[in-house]
T-cell receptor, first 117, second 113 residues
Framework: GAVVSQHPSWVICKSGTSVKIECRSL??????MFWYRQFPKQSLMLMATSNEGSKATYEQGVEKDKFLINHASLTLSTLTVTSAHPEDSSFYIC?????????????FGPGTRLTVL | DQQVKQNSPSLSVQEGRISILNCDYTNSMFDYFLWYKKYPAEGPTFLISISSIKDKNEDGRFTVFLNKSAKHLSLHIVPSQPGDSAVYFCAANSKGGANNLFFGTGTRLTVIP
């Protein structure tokens, strides 16, 4: 099956610093990638849709200036949490959409645990 | 507003028996549904999907049933195995594919050896 990687898997940072998370589709090209956030014991919440070569589309309530998304190639999207604060601590998961052979699926990365002190 | 709901937060099943996970949705425009399995601190793993033109899709031990009139879908796992113990999420979309998915809150399945 399609493989999506994320780096780093966990990060601890000080309040006010910025953190970049990478999402890569390893064995397929993805024109569309997605960034989700999951709070403990809650569902995945879509933050933004990342389209290769164009600006990301953010969901209502997500600050685009705080969560910068760049989808520079068909295999890489990055999420930068700028000026992170403790309330940004969460589990961030990316996914990449794969359409092939009649199937249409989002494949997820392993997630990144962000802790802001 | 939770458009996809999984009303059972947890389910325990004996090994070898059938596990039935349920999912309800409110948006009648949803036409594509997926089930994912998730272990703690990992990303979801795709299991099976179904388009609204079908009412059943089967893949090995996993079968998804869709009842459009009731806005209900279910995932059947048979026979259940201890390795199936995880949180299961259903997801839905209204654009005929896996774009902008709306996720349910998940059901934790425990398969007892």
């Amino acid at each position: 099956g399609a493989v999506v990687s994320q780096h780093p898997s966990w990060v601890i940072c000080k309040s006010g610093t910025s953190v970049k998370i990478e999402c890569r589709s390893l064995d397929f090209q993805a024109t569309t990638m997605f960034w989700y956030r999951q709070f403990p014991k809650q569902s995945l919440m879509l933050m933004a849709t990342s389209n290769e070569g164009s600006k990301a589309t953010y969901e209502q309530g997500v600050e685009k200036d705080k969560f910068l998304i760049n989808h520079a190639s068909l295999t890489l999207s990055t999420l930068t949490v700028t000026s992170a604060h403790p309330e940004d601590s969460s589990f961030y998961i990316c996914s990449a959409r794969a359409i092939a052979g009649g199937s249409d699926t989002q494949y997820f990365g392993p997630g990144t645990r962000l802790t802001v002190l | 507003d939770q458009q996809v709901k999984q009303n059972s937060p947890s389910l325990s099943v004996q090994e070898g028996r059938i596990s039935i996970l349920n999912c309800d949705y409110t948006n009648s425009m949803f036409d594509y549904f997926l089930w994912y399995k998730k272990y703690p601190a990992e990303g979801p793993t795709f299991l099976i999907s179904i388009s609204s033109i079908k009412d059943k899709n089967e893949d090995g031990r996993f079968t998804v049933f869709l009842n459009k009139s009731a806005k209900h879908l279910s995932l059947h796992i048979v026979p259940s195995q201890p390795g199936d113990s995880a949180v299961y999420f259903c997801a839905a979309n209204s654009k005929g594919g896996a774009n902008n998915l709306f996720f349910g809150t998940g059901t934790r399945l425990t398969v007892i050896p």
